[in-house]
C-alpha cells in the first residue's frame, strides 16, 4: 500500500513523497522519466522525506544536469526504432534462448519481449523469461551474458552462491560482462 503527496521545489520542479508499507528505509531517486521521489517506510512523516530532498537538493540538481547532458548526447529513440527493435527481437531472441537452453539442458515455459525500462531481463518461478527488446542493440557476447543469467535463474530464482556458481560455471567472465553492460542505456 502506497501513499503519496507532492510538493513543488522552484528549482526542481514536481517531488513525489511517497510511503510504501515495504519500504525499509528513506531513498530518494532521480529519473528522467518519474522524476524527483522520495520513497519512505509508512511510519516516517512527510516532513523528514521533505527534509532529506532539501539536505540533497544540490546532488538532485546536479544529477538532473547531467541526465539532461546525456539525453542531449544520446537522445531517446523514436517510436519506428524501438518497432523496428522490436520485431528483430522477436525474430532473433527467441531462437537464441532456445540454443542456449538445449546447450545448457535448461528449460522453461515462455519467453516475452518487452520493453522495460530498467532492467535487460527477468525469470519468473513459473518459469518465464522476459527479455528487453533493447538486448538486440548489444554485441553478441552481451546478448548471450543476459540469456544466460536468465537461464540460471530457473535454478536459482535468487542471486546467491548458488547461482554465482552456476553462472560463473557457464560463463567464466561474467563479471566482465556485467561491468560492460552498465555502458549500455535502456530506453
Not at 25 to 35: F, K, N, W
Not at 152 to 167: A, E, M
Request: contains cysteine.
Amino acid at each position: 500500500m502506497t501513499s503519496s503527496k507532492k510538493y513543488i521545489d522552484p528549482e526542481v520542479g514536481e517531488v513525489t513523497l511517497r510511503k510504501n508499507r515495504r519500504a525499509r528505509r528513506i531513498t530518494l531517486r532521480v529519473s528522467p522519466r518519474q522524476g524527483v521521489t522520495v520513497t519512505m517506510p509508512w511510519i516516517v512523516s512527510y516532513k523528514t522525506g521533505l527534509d532529506l530532498f532539501l539536505n540533497k537538493k544540490d546532488w538532485v540538481l546536479e544529477t538532473i544536469e547531467r541526465q539532461n547532458n546525456k539525453l542531449i548526447d544520446n537522445p531517446p529513440p523514436s517510436p519506428d526504432q524501438i518497432e523496428a527493435w522490436r520485431a528483430e527481437a522477436k525474430r532473433v531472441l527467441p531462437v537464441r534462448l532456445a540454443e542456449l537452453a538445449q546447450r545448457y539442458s535448461f528449460r522453461y515455459n515462455q519467453v516475452r519481449i518487452k520493453h522495460n525500462v530498467s532492467n535487460w531481463g527477468s525469470c519468473s518461478r513459473k518459469g518465464n523469461i522476459n527479455l528487453n527488446l533493447n538486448i538486440v542493440r548489444l554485441p553478441a557476447d552481451l546478448r548471450d551474458y543476459i540469456l544466460l543469467h536468465e537461464l540460471c535463474h530457473l535454478r536459482h530464482p535468487d542471486h546467491g552462491p548458488g547461482f554465482h556458481t552456476l553462472l560463473e560455471s557457464l560463463c567464466p567472465d561474467h563479471r566482465k560482462k556485467e561491468k560492460e553492460l552498465r555502458k549500455f542505456r535502456i530506453f
